[in-house]
């Protein structure tokens, strides 16, 4: 699922269910001080205009959700790689 916004155009993959690792450099208090954005709730136009080439709009009765076309991290960057080859070879020709 689709869980944040990036400035870069470029995905992060993330795993929000893992606690984040605690080191020597982090102090307890900063840790302690991030706040969490609650989610924005999209109507269907707004989910359908944020909707990238890789994602989809998922309808369900209770909600509206975006989420990735292939959900594994490592196919998801193994077709990106496939892709821009096969744009790469239609380029030449």
Known sequence: MVIGQNSRPDDIDVNPTRE????NIRTHAADEAVRLVPPRQLSLEQAIERAGMDELVEVTPRSIRLRKQVLDAAARG??????SKARL???RR
């Open 89 to 91: 070879a239609q380029q």
């Open 20 to 23: 984040k690792q605690r080191t």
């Open 78 to 83: 193994r077709a990106a790689k496939r892709a």
